[in-house]
C-alpha cells in the first residue's frame, strides 16, 4: 500500500508538470503570434544555426573559397582580395553590410571576371523572449552563403577583411590548397587567430597591411576562426564555433580535435597556417572604427576608443608575412603615395586623440 501511495502521487506530479509544459507552449505561440517574442530567434540564441542537408555533385568548382561579411574598409579591400588570391584561394563571397565609402566601385572588375560574388546585406535584428535585440547580420550573411554556395566549394574559410590567411613560415612556398589536402577526413580546420597592433603608428604608412604592422600579442587569442568543409557543416552557433554531421569535427592544424566553446583549446601552433588580425591597425584607423567607420552589429563599435591602449598589441616583432609582400606589390601595382593621398592625405589634420 505505501508503494501503491508513492506511484499515485508521482503520476498526479507528472499530469501536472505535463499541464504546465502544454500552458506553456500556448503562451509562447500566443505571444509569437501577438508578435511579442520570436521563437525561430530564442532556437537560434540557444541552439545556433542548422543548416539543412544539400544534394550537391560530387565535385565542387572550387577547392577554396572565402565568405566574409564587410562595412566602410575600402581603403584596404584591394590588398586583401590581391592577397588572398596569390595564396590559393578561388572566390571570395562578400557581403556588404552598408558600406557607403564607394567599395562597389573597387570590387567592380573582380565581380566582372567572377573572382567575387557581392552581395548587399543590410542590418538584419530579431528578439528574443527576453527583450534581447540581437543583431545577427553576420551569423545570417553565414547562412546564406552556406545554404547558397556550399556545393559550389570543397573548402570555406569564414574569415574577415581585417584577417589575412596564409601559410605557415615553413609553407610559404606551398598553396593554401595543398596544405588542406592533409586534412580532408576532417570537418574543418581551426585556426589559430594571431593579433596584431598598431606598431606605433600614428598614421597608416604607405605600405601594405602585412608589411606596416608586424607587432602582435605574443600569443594566440583565445577565440579562433575556421576553414570548413561546407557540406559536412551542419549549423553553428557563432563563426567561431561550428557542428559538423557524420561525426566529423574541426581539427587544429596538428590534427588534434577542437572542442567548442572551450577556452581550454587556445591553439598554440600556426606553423601550417596563420590567421593574422589587424585588429586596430594605426591610431587613426582606430579612431574612425570608433566614430565613422561603423560596425557590422549596425550603428558605432561596440568598442570605446579608450580601448586602444588594452588591444594595441606589440609584445613580439613577427616578420612572418614579409615575404609574400614583394609579390603582393607587384599583384598590385602597388603605388604606396598614391594609396596614401587617396584615403589618408597627410594634409588632412589628424584627431587630436591621435595627435
Known sequence: MKYFSLVRHLCKRLVNLQGLCVLAVTVFFCLELLGMINLAGIHRRLFGLEIPRSNCPRHPKYNLTIMTIFKNTSPYLEEWLEFHFMVGVE???????????????????????????????PNKFHVDFDGYRENYSQKSAIEHALLSFRCDSKWMALIDTDEFLMPGQRFQNHSLQSLLTHYQDFGGVALAWLRFGTSSHIRPPALPVIEAYTKRRSVADPNYKHIIQPRRLRGFMNIHEMFYYDGYYPVDEKRRPVVPSSNKNILKSYDVFRLHHFFTRSCLDWWIRIFQRGAVSGGLSKYKFGDLERLDSNEFDDRS??????????????????????????????????A
Open 91 to 121: 572566390r571570395v563571397y562578400m557581403y556588404d553590410n552598408n558600406s557607403t565609402d564607394g567599395a562597389l566601385h573597387i570590387l567592380k572588375p573582380y565581380i566582372e571576371s567572377g573572382m567575387v560574388v557581392y552581395k548587399f546585406w
Open 321 to 354: 608575412a614579409l615575404n609574400f609582400v614583394a609579390r603582393l606589390k607587384k599583384h598590385l601595382k602597388w603605388d604606396g603615395k598614391k594609396w596614401q593621398e587617396r584615403y589618408f592625405p597627410l594634409s588632412k589634420s589628424l584627431p587630436a586623440m591621435c
